[in-house]
C-alpha cells in the first residue's frame, strides 16, 4: 500500500531513521525548512503512526517588582534577621515590611517572641549570616530565570515564592523529543512512503517504481508554451510547391535574377515599347554592361518577330539593358530557347513532352511601403511537346494547385506571349472572393518560332504568395511575409 | 492594364435589351476583363492591354451585343472614296513625328455622352496604347470650323488660341507655361532642338501636335461634323487607330468619310477598312483547345466573338473586324474561339507522361542545411533581395567595397541596391523584435548579388543570427562547428579581422585554401546601430561552392 506521503514529511522521516530519536531543536537546524513546515510534518507523520512524540513539562519565571527588590535587598525574615543582630526590635513597633518578615521568620522556626521582643533561635542566628533557602533560590533564578533544571528541581520552593507574589510561575508542555516507530521505520526502508517525483537515473536503477509509484502532476497547470524554431512558411510552401511539380514528372530549373531585358521581354514578344518595360514599373541597373547577344543566333528570330508582330523597329541595344526580372519566365525563355534550338538540329534530341519549372524571386519598381513590396516569389512551369492544348494546360495547373490543397478556375487574359490567354484564380474564404493567382496560356511561335503544329509549348508563372494567403488564414497580408517579425514567426502555426 | 469608367445608362443604351448589372459583369469574366465596380453610375472595368477597341463604351458595347447574339453587324465599310478633306505631310515631320492619318464623321448627333465618351476614350487610348501620346495622340475637331485642305508641317514657332484658352498663345509659351504643354514637351524636344509639329489650315494651326488643339475648332453639343487627325510614330499604329474610330462613329449612325493624305507623290487614303481574312482548318483549332467544336457550331460561335465565318471545305475563314487592331494571326483567332466556346467548359484533360522528375542540387542542398539550422534551433526568415547602402554597409560596420548591383530608377529612397549579404537583413529582424523573448535565433538561406567587371554575380549564401544573453565567440563556433559537421563539410578556422565583429572574436571558415564564410562575436556598436539590446553573434556561409559537382 502506498501511503501519501508528503515530500516535508519525507525529509523529516529520513532524518529520524537515521538518528532514530532527535529533539525538535535538532531536527529544525537539520533540516533548514523552518520551524512551521516541520511542525507540519510531525503532526501528519504522528496521526499515520510514523513517529512517536514524546513531551515534557516545561517552567517558566518571571520575577515581579516586590522580588526584585528582595533579590537586592534580601527577602524580609532576612532583613529582618540582620537587623536583630544589633538591637532590640518590639512585636509593636514593626512596620508592614517587618511584620511580613516577623510572620515568615516565625513560621519557619527562625524567630520566636519572648517578652514582647523578638528573638532569633539558633537556626535563626545562622540564616542571618547565610540567608534562608528561600531567599538563596529568589537570587539564584534571578540570575538564571530559563534555567530549566532549577526550575524543576524547586518546583515547591518556586510555588512558594508565587504564592508569596514575589515570582510568576508558568508551566506547560513542549516536544521534548521525536522517536521513529517501527512502522516508520519501515516505511522508508521499504520506500512505500516515497512516491516518485522527478525520475532519476537511481529510480531507473532500482527499478523501485513498483514500490513507490509516481507523484500525480496536476494536468491543469499553467506552462509556459515552449516556441519550436520552423522553416518560414513561405520557403515551406515553396518546398511543398517543388515537391508537388516533382511529382508530377517536372525537371527543376533555375536562371538569373539580374537578366537582360532580351530574356525577360524580347524574346517573349513583348514589344519594346511595351509599358512593362517602363522605368516606373521594372528596376534597371546603372552600373552593369549591357547583354551582348553575339553567341545567340536566336536574337534573329526575335527580331523578325518583332518587327512582323508589332510593326516597329526592334533595338539590340535596349534587348540588352540590364534589369531585375519581372517574372521567371525568362528563366523558361533560355531553356525553352536552348531546347528548341536542339530539336531544330536533332529532332530525337529529347524524349517530348518535357516539363520544367523554376521558382524565384522577381521583382517590380513599386513604392515600396508597408504593403507594397519590391520583391517576391513567383513559380514558373513550362510543358514543351507535341500537339499539346489549352485542356491538358486547365489539367496541370489543377493538379499542381490540389497538391496544395487549393482549388482553382480558369478565365480568359491577355499576356503579349500566349495566345490563348488564361488567367487562373482561386477562392479567398476570408474575404469571400475570387482572387487572381497568376497568368497561364499557350506560348506563341513568334517566340519558339516553330509552327504550333509542329511543337506546342504551355506556360505559366504565378506569384506564391497569395496561395499562402489562402492556406493560412491567419495571415492578413502579404508583406508580412517578408516583415520576418520574430513576434509573427513565433506565432506561426504548420499549414 | 487600363480601367476604364463607362457610364452605365449610356452603355446599356447602346446594347439594348438584355443586359444589366449581373449579366455585364457575368459576359465581361467570359471574355477575359474584370469589372471591379459597378455599384454606381458608372462602371469600372479593367480591359486587357490589346483590346483598345473597348476603351469606349461603344465599342464595349458593340463586343457585348456580338457576344449575346444581338447584332449581325461584323465589318464596317466605306463605300465613298471621295476624300472628305485634303492633309499634305511635309517632310520636316519626318524626323519627330512622321505619320498621320484622319477621317470625317458626318451627321453626328454630339450629345453629353457622346462628348464625354470621345475625351474619355481619347484620353484613356493616348495614354495606353499610345504610350502618353508617345506613340499615338488623336484630336477631335469640328470639321466645319476648319478650312481645307490641311498641312501637316514641322517648322515655326507658330501662335494660336489653343483649346481652353482666350488668348494667342505661341507653341514654345505653351510648352513652358501652359499645363498640358509642359506635360508633353519632352515628346517633341530632341536634345539638340524643339520641333513645333502643327496641323494648320488657311486660317492657321488647328493643332499643336501632340499637345493642343485650337479653341477655333473644338467640338462642341451644336458641332455635327467631327474630323479627327491620329498622328504618331507608327504608321501601323495610327492607321489602325483610324479604324477602329470609324466603326465606333459608324456605330452610333455617322456617315464615316475618309480623308487623302499626301506624302510627296504618294497618296493614301485613312482610314483604309482594308479587308482581312484568316483561314483556320477546323480540326486545328479543336486540337490547340483540346475540345471538339463541331461544324455546325463554329459559325455561331465566330459570330459571338464578332467574326463574319464562312466554311471553306474543313476550314474556317475568318473576316478580321477591321476595329481588331490586336489580331496578328491564326493564334489570336483559335484564341477568341476559346473564349467563345467558354473556358468553363473546356475540361481538364491529362497528358500522359512518365518521366521521372527531379529537383535542382542546390535545391536539396539548402533544404539539408536549413534542416539543420531548423534542428539548431534557428528559425528561418525570408528577406528582401533590395536594400540600400546604409543597411548593407555602414550600419554592419563594414566599407562599400562598389562592388554592388546599384538600381537605376529605384521608385523607393530606401531601395538603392541588391543585397551584398544577408547579415544586415538578419540583423534588422531581430533589431525590430527587440520585445520577443531571448533567446533570438534566425536564420535564412537566399540570394546575394554583387557586380563583377560590370557583370552580375549571383549566388546562395547561408546566414544565421543568435542573439542571447550568454552569446559569445564560443557559442559562435559552437553553431558552425554543428551545422558544417552535419552538413559534411571538411573545414579550416583562420583568424579574420571583419568590421561587424569584435576584433579577436571572430574567423574565416576556410576550405581547400579559399574563405566560403565567416563567423564571430558581434561588435556593440554593430549591435547599436541595429537597435539590438542584448549580446549576439553571427554566421554567413558562401554556398557555391559546397553545392556538389553535377
New interface residues.
Given amino acids: 500500500m502506498v501511503l501519501p506521503v508528503h515530500k516535508y514529511e519525507l525529509s523529516v522521516l529520513d532524518l529520524l531513521k537515521e538518528h532514530r530519536r532527535m529533539n525538535l531543536d535538532e531536527l529544525v537546524s537539520k533540516l533548514h525548512l523552518g520551524k512551521d513546515k516541520v511542525m507540519w510534518a510531525l503532526e501528519n507523520l504522528k496521526e499515520k503512526g510514523f513517529i512517536t512524540i514524546l513531551h515534557e513539562e516545561r517552567g517558566k519565571i518571571r520575577i515581579n517588582r516586590e522580588g526584585i527588590e528582595y533579590v537586592r535587598d534580601g527577602l524580609p525574615e532576612e532583613q529582618l534577621l540582620r537587623a536583630l543582630e544589633n538591637k532590640k526590635i518590639y512585636v509593636s513597633s514593626l512596620d508592614e515590611k517587618g511584620k511580613i518578615g516577623f510572620l515568615w521568620g516565625k513560621r519557619l522556626g527562625l524567630i520566636e517572641i519572648a517578652g514582647g521582643t523578638l528573638k532569633p533561635t539558633a537556626r535563626g542566628r545562622e540564616a542571618a549570616k547565610n540567608g534562608v533557602p528561600m531567599g538563596e533560590l529568589l537570587r539564584e533564578i534571578s540570575k538564571n530565570p530559563d534555567d530549566h533544571e532549577l526550575i524543576e528541581q524547586n518546583l515547591e520552593a518556586l510555588s512558594e515564592l508565587s504564592k508569596r507574589k514575589l515570582v510568576d510561575l508558568d508551566r506547560h508542555t513542549e516536544i521534548k523529543e521525536i522517536e521513529i516507530t517501527k512502522t516508520g521505520a519501515e516505511a522508508v526502508h521499504e520506500g512505500t512512503a516515497d512516491p516518485i517525483d522527478q525520475i532519476d537515473r537511481g529510480v531507473i536503477a532500482s527499478g523501485s517504481w513498483d514500490a513507490r509509484g509516481f507523484k500525480r502532476y496536476d494536468i491543469n497547470v499553467k506552462v509556459g508554451r515552449q516556441i519550436p524554431a520552423m522553416k518560414h512558411p513561405l520557403k515551406r510552401l515553396i518546398d511543398q510547391l517543388k515537391d508537388a511539380y516533382v511529382s508530377m514528372g517536372y525537371q527543376e530549373i533555375s536562371g538569373p535574377a539580374v537578366e537582360s531585358s532580351f530574356w525577360v521581354f524580347d524574346s517573349l514578344f513583348v514589344p519594346q515599347d511595351h509599358p512593362a518595360r517602363d522605368a516606373q514599373d521594372t528596376f534597371y541597373i546603372s552600373n552593369l554592361e549591357n547583354a551582348d547577344f553575339k553567341n545567340v543566333p536566336h536574337v534573329k528570330t526575335v527580331k523578325k518577330a518583332h518587327q512582323k508582330g508589332w510593326h516597329a523597329k526592334w533595338r539590340e541595344d535596349v534587348a540588352g539593358q540590364m534589369l531585375l526580372r519581372t517574372h521567371t519566365t525568362s528563366v523558361s525563355s533560355r531553356y525553352l530557347y536552348s531546347i528548341v534550338n536542339d530539336l531544330k538540329k536533332n529532332p530525337d534530341s529529347y524524349m517530348l513532352p518535357i516539363k520544367l519549372f523554376s521558382i524565384g524571386r522577381v521583382f517590380r519598381n513599386e513604392s515600396v511601403d508597408y504593403r507594397h513590396l519590391g520583391d517576391f516569389y513567383q513559380h514558373d512551369g513550362i510543358i514543351i511537346g507535341k500537339n499539346l492544348t489549352l485542356s491538358n494546360l486547365f489539367d496541370e495547373l489543377t493538379k499542381i494547385y490540389k497538391f496544395l490543397g487549393v482549388k482553382i478556375k480558369f478565365k480568359p487574359s491577355y499576356f503579349p506571349f500566349v495566345e490563348p490567354g488564361v488567367e487562373f484564380m482561386a477562392y479567398y474564404e476570408k474575404n469571400k472572393e475570387w482572387i487572381e493567382l497568376g497568368g497561364a496560356g499557350m506560348l506563341r511561335e513568334e517566340i519558339t518560332g516553330v509552327k504550333r503544329s509542329k511543337l506546342s509549348v504551355l506556360a505559366w508563372g504565378p506569384g506564391i504568395d497569395r496561395t499562402l494567403l489562402i492556406k493560412d488564414q491567419s495571415i492578413s497580408n502579404i508583406s508580412e511575409l517578408y516583415n520576418n517579425d520574430i513576434g509573427w514567426l513565433r506565432s506561426r502555426q504548420e499549414v | 492594364m487600363p480601367v476604364i469608367s463607362i457610364n452605365k445608362r449610356y452603355l446599356y443604351s447602346l446594347v439594348g435589351q438584355g443586359i444589366d448589372d449581373h449579366k455585364l459583369a457575368d459576359y465581361m469574366?467570359?471574355?477575359?476583363f474584370e469589372v471591379e465596380n459597378i455599384s454606381g453610375d458608372d462602371a469600372t472595368i479593367e480591359i486587357?492591354?490589346?483590346?483598345l477597341d473597348l476603351l469606349d463604351a461603344i465599342g464595349l458595347a458593340r463586343t457585348l451585343k456580338n457576344f449575346m447574339h444581338k447584332s449581325k453587324r461584323f465589318h464596317y465599310e466605306i463605300e465613298n472614296n471621295q476624300p472628305a478633306l485634303d492633309i499634305t505631310v511635309d517632310r520636316s515631320v519626318g524626323k519627330i513625328r512622321p505619320y498621320i492619318s484622319a477621317l470625317v464623321a458626318f451627321n453626328v448627333e454630339v450629345d453629353d455622352n457622346v462628348l464625354l465618351n470621345l475625351i474619355n476614350f481619347s484620353e484613356k487610348f493616348c495614354e495606353?496604347f499610345g504610350?502618353n501620346r508617345?506613340?499615338i495622340a488623336m484630336g477631335f475637331h469640328d470639321f466645319d470650323a476648319i478650312k481645307g485642305p490641311l498641312i501637316y508641317k514641322s517648322g515655326e514657332d507658330l501662335e494660336f488660341v489653343p483649346l481652353g484658352h482666350k488668348e494667342k498663345m505661341s507653341f514654345s509659351n505653351i510648352l513652358e507655361n501652359e499645363e498640358k504643354g509642359k506635360q508633353y514637351a519632352s515628346i517633341i524636344k530632341s536634345p539638340r532642338r524643339c520641333f513645333y509639329p502643327a496641323l494648320s489650315d488657311s486660317e492657321g494651326p488647328v493643332a499643336f501636335i501632340p499637345i493642343l488643339n485650337s479653341q477655333r475648332t473644338r467640338i462642341t453639343t451644336a458641332t455635327k461634323n467631327i474630323f479627327i487627325d491620329i498622328t504618331g510614330i507608327?504608321?501601323?499604329?495610327v492607321n489602325k487607330v483610324a479604324e477602329v474610330l470609324a466603326a465606333s462613329f459608324m456605330d452610333i449612325g455617322a456617315d464615316v468619310r475618309k480623308v487623302k493624305i499626301k506624302r510627296g507623290e504618294e497618296q493614301r487614303l485613312t482610314p483604309e477598312m482594308e479587308k482581312r481574312y484568316i483561314t483556320i482548318p477546323i480540326k486545328?483549332a479543336e486540337?490547340?483547345?483540346?475540345?471538339a467544336i463541331g461544324y455546325n457550331n463554329v459559325i455561331s460561335l465566330a459570330n459571338k466573338m464578332g467574326y463574319e465565318a464562312g466554311m471553306l471545305g474543313n476550314k474556317i475563314k475568318f473576316r478580321i473586324p477591321e476595329y481588331r487592331l490586336d489580331i496578328?494571326?491564326e493564334?489570336?483567332v483559335?484564341?477568341d474561339m476559346?473564349?467563345g466556346y467558354g473556358?468553363?467548359y473546356?475540361?481538364?484533360?491529362?497528358?500522359y507522361?512518365?518521366?521521372?522528375?527531379?529537383?535542382?542540387e542546390?535545391?536539396k542542398f539548402n533544404?539539408k542545411l536549413?534542416d539543420i539550422?531548423?534542428?539548431?534551433?534557428?528559425?528561418?526568415?525570408?528577406?528582401?533581395?533590395?536594400t540600400n547602402k546604409q543597411n548593407n554597409f555602414d550600419k554592419a560596420g563594414i566599407s562599400d567595397d562598389k562592388s554592388a548591383?546599384?538600381?537605376?530608377?529605384?521608385?523607393?529612397d530606401?531601395?538603392t541596391m541588391?543585397r551584398t549579404w544577408l547579415l544586415p537583413?538578419l540583423l534588422n529582424?531581430?533589431g525590430?523584435?527587440g520585445?520577443?523573448?531571448m533567446p533570438?535565433?534566425?536564420f535564412e538561406i537566399d540570394?546575394a548579388?554583387r557586380?563583377k567587371d560590370?557583370?552580375?554575380f549571383?549566388s546562395y549564401h547561408l546566414a544565421g543570427v543568435s542573439i542571447n544573453p550568454k552569446a559569445n565567440f564560443n557559442t559562435a563556433k559552437e553553431v558552425v562547428e554543428g551545422l558544417l559537421y552535419a552538413a559534411g563539410v571538411k573545414y579550416r578556422i583562420s583568424e579574420l579581422k571583419h568590421g561587424t565583429f569584435i576584433e579577436g572574436r571572430s574567423a574565416e571558415i576556410v576550405l581547400e585554401g579559399k574563405g566560403i564564410g565567416f563567423f564571430g562575436e558581434l561588435h556593440p556598436l554593430v549591435l547599436k546601430n541595429f537597435g539590438i539590446e542584448e549580446p549576439g553573434i553571427a554566421l554567413e556561409l558562401h554556398l557555391e561552392s559546397l553545392y556538389p559537382k553535377s
Fill in positions: 469574366s467570359k471574355l477575359g486587357t492591354a490589346n483590346r495606353t504610350r508617345r506613340k507608327s504608321e501601323y499604329a486545328k486540337r490547340e483547345i483540346g475540345v496578328i494571326d493564334q489570336d483559335i484564341e476559346a473564349i473556358y468553363e473546356i475540361n481538364p484533360l491529362p497528358i507522361y512518365s518521366q521521372p522528375g527531379g529537383l535542382e542546390r535545391t533544404r536549413a539550422m531548423v534542428g539548431l534551433g534557428f528559425s528561418e526568415c525570408t528577406d528582401s533581395y533590395l548591383i546599384m538600381l537605376k530608377n529605384s521608385n523607393t530606401t531601395i541588391m537583413s529582424n531581430v525590430k523584435s520585445h520577443e523573448k533570438q535565433d534566425i540570394m548579388f557586380a560590370r557583370k552580375p549571383e
